[in-house]
């Protein structure tokens, strides 16, 4: 499963919990819908949305990542408002004509004291046990697990959710240092059953 990788996922929950500023361009929905499979190109995309966080290529394939981070207002008396990632992947063939796309819009729970903060919430051992490779289908995934925090594709087309957790040391003003994480990676086939597992733990 070759997807975006959990450095990724940990900084966009770090940005989440740090402060209370929104991104400066959104990912506009409508703009999504633009975008056709077959026809429109990488280049298309590129001036419509600009330049990508991240961009994977293997097999002669591309696939551009967008995100943005909308950032919970939190105080030292714990956040007033949610966290959210809006996430655009966009697939590409080797004649950069766009394969297929995935826009995802997730609210994280954000919880903060005085010193700490976390971001999205753990995947317990219990929970994890219960999601099965070639059994489990993306409906189940989320009745057991709760939404996602984040979704892209796959190289290979896949659908990949992710549930990604952090706590971090607030010190307010906009700054935090990762203490541990965590992240749970889901890759559903075409028929929306799980293809694939991949669990990853820092602290």
Not at 18 to 47: S, Y
Request: aromatic residues 6%.
């Amino acid at each position: 499963m070759k997807s975006i990788c959990f450095d990724l996922a940990a900084a966009c929950l770090l940005i989440a919990v740090a402060g209370c500023e929104t991104a400066a361009d959104r990912i506009d929905p409508e703009l999504v819908q633009t975008i056709k499979p077959g026809i429109t190109t990488r280049q298309e995309v590129l001036k419509q949305f600009g330049s990508p966080r991240e961009t994977l290529s293997s097999g002669g394939r591309t696939l551009l990542f967008y995100e943005r981070d909308y950032r919970a207002w939190v105080t030292r008396y714990g956040p007033i408002s949610p966290a959210r990632l809006v996430c655009l992947s966009v697939l590409f063939d080797r004649n950069d004509r766009v394969i297929r796309t995935n826009y995802s819009s997730h609210n994280l729970t954000v919880h903060a004291g005085a010193v700490t903060a976390s971001a999205g919430s753990p995947v317990s051992e219990k929970m994890l046990a219960r999601i099965h490779a070639n059994i489990t289908t993306r409906k189940e995934a989320i009745e057991i697990l709760g939404e996602p925090g984040m979704e892209t594709l796959a190289l290979d087309g896949h659908l990949v959710m992710s549930w990604p957790y952090i706590e971090a040391d607030y010190a307010g003003g906009g700054s935090s240092r990762l203490k541990n994480a965590s992240l749970l990676q889901l890759a559903f086939d075409n028929a929306d059953v799980v293809a694939a597992i991949k669990t990853v733990n820092r602290r």
